[in-house]
C-alpha cells in the first residue's frame, strides 16, 4: 500500500496543515465460499488464459482436488500442464524447473491449487516467463517491471494469504536466505477460497498455518502503513481465528470452523499485502530459510515475543488487538491491555500445542547473529511499529528460545 504524505515538486508552507495521508488497496478479484472451485474453469478463460500451468503439490494431489479440478477444466476447453515437484518453502532452484516446464509445454497462464508454497511459486514463474533472468534478482519491490501473464489462485490452507497478497517468497538455497518479492504485478487476478478444500488438513497443519493468519491480521493492524481498511479486515480476522481455529484443528471436518478459518486467513491477506507486516516475519524469513522449518509454526512461536517488544515503546497500538482476541480492556491502560493480548495469544498456542520456544524445533543460538543481519534485509522489517536493530533481533529470538 503506498501512502502519500506530499505532492513532489511542492512547496511545503510552515503555516499549512499537514496533507492527510492517502492510500490505495490492492486486491484481485475475490470468489468465496463452499463449492466455488466449480469456478476455477471460467476464471482462467475469463482472464485469458487457455493453457494454464497448473501448480500444485504431492499432498494437495492425494487429497484430490486437482482430479476434482480436471474436468472443470476440460469443460471450458481449457489445456493445462501439471507441475508438483515443489516442497514446503519454495526454493529458488525449484523456481526454475517450473519455469523450464512453463516454457517448453507453451503455457500462457498461471493456475495454483494449494498452499503458500504453490502460490509463491506459481507467481514467481510468472515472474520469470514476463521479465526473464534469475528469481533472486527480483528480491525487494517493484523490482519486476515487465507484463506478467494472468494468474489464479485457490488457495488449500487457511493461513498463507498469498492468493491476494503483492507478495511472494523464495529461499536462497546457497545464502541459505529467504528473498522477499513484492510488487503490485502479483497480485493475482483471481482468489478463489473453497473452504471445503481446507477439510484434508492435518490439526498440525491447521494450527500452523492458523497462526500464521493470526500473525499476518496483528502484524497489519499495528504496522506503520495500517489504515481503516486493513485495520477493520485485520480486526474480523483475529476475532474469527480466536473462535474457529481451535475447533477446526479438534474436528478438521467441522466445515464451519473451515468456513470461518477460510474468511479470516482471506481477510488477514488483504490487510496484509496492503498494511505489511512486522519483524515477526522478518525474523521468521530467515530461520525458515536457513534451516527449512515450516513458516507459519516459526510466526507461532515469534509472534508473542515481537509484541512484548513493540509494545514496550506502542503498547497503544495493541488494545484494538486485545479487544479483538477477546480481553475486556475496560479500566485498563494500553500497557497492561497490550499485556493481556501477549498473554491471549500464549494460551492460544499452548492450547493448539504449538512448541513452547525455538529451541524445541532445532534452532541453535550460534546462528542469532546471522539471522539478526539477514533480517534487517526483509522487506517487513520497514514498517514493524518499532524500529529494529540487530541487537533487537538477538533479543527477541533469545526470548523466544
Known amino acids: 500500500m503506498e501512502h502519500l504524505t506530499s505532492i513532489p515538486g511542492a512547496t511545503a508552507s ?9 492510500s490505495k488497496f490492492l486486491i484481485p478479484e475475490v470468489i468465496f465460499g463452499v463449492g466455488t472451485l466449480t469456478e476455477v474453469g471460467g476464471a482462467i478463460r475469463r482472464v485469458g488464459g487457455r493453457r494454464p500451468m497448473l501448480v500444485s503439490d504431492p499432498g494437495v494431489m492425494a487429497a484430490g482436488w486437482v482430479e476434482q479440478a480436471v474436468p472443470i477444466l476440460a469443460d471450458v476447453r481449457v ?30 497462464a498461471l493456475l495454483a491449487i494449494g498452499g503458500g508454497s504453490c502460490i509463491d511459486t506459481a507467481k514467481a514463474v510468472a515472474i520469470l516467463s514476463g521479465n526473464g533472468g534469475n528469481i533472486l534478482d527480483y528480491e525487494g519491490i517493484d523490482r519486476a517491471t515487465s507484463p506478467i501473464p494472468p494468474m489464479v489462485m485457490v488457495p488449500t490452507t487457511g493461513g498463507s ?15 541459505r536466505f529467504k528473498a522477499t518479492i513484492g510488487g503490485r504485478a502479483l497480485v493475482p487476478d483471481v482468489s ?38 486493513s485495520k477493520g479486515l485485520a480486526m474480523s480476522s483475529i476475532q474469527a481465528i480466536v473462535e474457529h481455529l481451535p475447533v477446526a484443528v479438534d474436528d478438521p471436518l467441522d466445515l464451519t470452523a473451515r468456513e470461518g478459518m477460510a474468511r479470516a486467513s482471506l481477510q488477514a491477506g488483504m490487510a496484509f499485502t496492503n498494511a505489511l507486516l512486522g519483524a515477526t516475519h522478518a525474523i521468521a524469513h530467515q530461520i525458515g ?18 509484541m512484548r517488544f513493540n509494545a514496550e515503546t506502542h503498547a497503544d497500538r495493541y488494545v484494538d488487538v486485545a479487544r479483538a482476541l477477546g480481553v475486556k480492556t475496560d479500566g ?3 500497557s497492561a491491555a497490550a499485556n493481556c493480548a ?12 504449538i512448541p513452547a520456544g525455538l529451541h524445541d524445533i532445532g534452532v541453535n543460538p550460534v546462528d542469532f547473529d546471522r539471522f539478526a543481519v539477514d533480517a534487517l534485509r526483509d522487506a517487513y522489517i520497514a514498517t514493524n511499529p518499532r524500529p529494529v536493530s540487530e541487537n533487537d533481533v538477538r533479543r527477541i529470538c533469545v526470548a523466544a528460545y
Request: hydrophobic letters at 40%; glycine letters at 4%.
Open 79 to 108: 489445456e493445462w500442464s501439471l507441475w508438483h515437484d515443489l516442497t514446503p518453502n519454495p526454493k529458488d532452484v525449484e523456481v526454475q524447473a517450473a519455469f523450464e516446464r512453463y516454457l517448453e509445454s507453451g503455457c500462457d
Open 192 to 229: 478463489i477460497t473453497d473452504p471445503e478444500l481446507q477439510t484434508t488438513m492435518s490439526p498440525e497443519l491447521t494450527a500452523h498455518t492458523g497462526m500464521d493468519a493470526l500473525s499476518h491480521a496483528i502484524e497489519s493492524c499495528v504496522s506503520e502503513a495500517c489504515d481503516f481498511l
Open 14 to 22: 510552515t503555516s499549512a496543515p499537514p496533507r492527510p495521508r492517502v
Open 332 to 334: 485498563l491502560d494500553a
Open 161 to 175: 494469504g498469498s492468493d491476494v497478497s503483492q507478495f511472494c517468497v523464495v529461499t536462497d538455497t546457497k545464502q
Open 289 to 306: 530459510g536457513a534451516l527449512d522449518l515450516p513458516h507459519g509454526l516459526l510466526n507461532a512461536i515469534l509472534l508473542p515475543h515481537v
Open 342 to 353: 501477549i498473554e491471549r495469544v500464549e494460551e492460544l498456542g499452548r492450547a493448539l500445542e
